[in-house]
C-alpha cells in the first residue's frame, strides 16, 4: 500500500517539472552521460525509475544500442510517448513496473538512476538500484552515479528561529509566548528541507556513510550508523545538525585501488551549502533550544539513520550530541 502511494506520488507532473528544471542536477548527469560515452556508445543500459524518460534519451542520443527505461509509476505511460515523440521508439523501451517484477532478457552494461532522496536515504530508491546490479548488470559494468557520501555539521541559524518561534514574544502588541513551545514542537519535531549557507556552519563536516554503488547491499541500509567528533570553528548558537550528499560518477575502477581517491577530473554533483542550490536543498534536525558553543569546542555523538519498520521508504533518525559536558539525544 505503501508503495502504491510512492509511485503514484511520482505520476504528478510537478514533481518531475521540479527535478528537470534543477539545472544542477539534470545537467550533471548529461554531462556524466557525455563523459563516459565511450562506455555507453553500442551498449545496452537500464534506467531505474526513469520518469519522464530524460535519462533515457540522453545515453540513448549517446549512442546506447538499447536502453530499458523503468518506472513503477503511470509516468511510464507518458515516458513512452516522449520516447516516440523524439523518434527513439526502437531503442528505448519503456518498461511499466517495479525492477523487482519486470523482465529484461538479456545482461546490461551500465545502470543509470537518479535514486537520491532527501538526506541522500529518504525514499529509499537506492534498493532498487542494487536489485537492478544484481539481477542485470554484467562483472565491471558501469553504474551511474557510482559513489555517493552523506555528511552532517552543526549549523547555527538564528533567523530560522526568530522566524518560526520568537515571533510569538509579541503578536501585535499581544503577548502571545504561551503559544511557544506548541511553535517549536510543530517547526522542529520532524527535519526541515530548507536552503542554508556555509555560514550556517560551525564545523567542517563529518562523513555518515559512504556508498559504493558497485559493492553496497539492500541490507547495509536498514541501519546506518556513525560516529563523528567536530570542532566549532566560531563562537555561535547552535541550532541543529544539517544533513546534505554528493554524488561521483566515476567509471568503473581498475586494477587494485586499496585507496579511494577522487580522480581530478571526476564528475561531482554536490548538495552542500555552498554549492549551486538544487531541489534537494539540505536536511536539517533541530533542536528545541539553541546551545552555546565557543569557538574550538568540540561536539561530537553519534546518528543512527534506520529504515521504519512501517514504511521502508520512511527514515528513523536517532541522534546523539555532547558538548561542553552536556549530553542531548534527538
Known sequence: ?????????YAHVGIHEEMIKD???TETYKDAITHHQSLIQGKVVVDVGCGTGILSIFCAQAGAK???????????????????ANGLSDKVIVLHGRVEDVEIDEEVDVIISEWMGYMLL????????????????KPGGLILPSHATLYMAPISHSDRYSHSIDFWRNVYGINMSPMMQLAKQCAFEEPSVESISGENVLTWPGVVKHIDCQTITIQELDSVTAKYKLKSIMRAPMHGFAFWFDVEFNGPSTGNQ?????????????????????????????????IDVEQDQVIEGSVTLSQSKENRRFMNIHLEYSS???SFVK
Open 258 to 290: 586499496k585507496k579511494r581517491t577522487i580522480p581530478s577530473d571526476a564528475l561531482l554533483l554536490s548538495t552542500a551549502p555552498e554549492a549551486p542550490p538544487t531541489h534537494w536543498q539540505q536536511t536539517i534536525v533541530y533542536f528545541y533550544d539553541p
Open 324 to 326: 561542553a559536558g552536556r
Open 1 to 9: 500500500d505503501f508503495d502504491v502511494a510512492y509511485f503514484h506520488s
Open 122 to 137: 529518504y525514499e529509499s530508491m537506492l534498493g532498487s538500484v542494487i536489485t537492478a546490479r544484481d539481477r542485470w548488470l
Open 66 to 84: 538499447r536502453v530499458y527505461a523503468v518506472d513503477a509509476s503511470d509516468i511510464a505511460v507518458q515516458a513512452k510517448e516522449v520516447v516516440k
Open 23 to 25: 539545472r544542477a542536477r
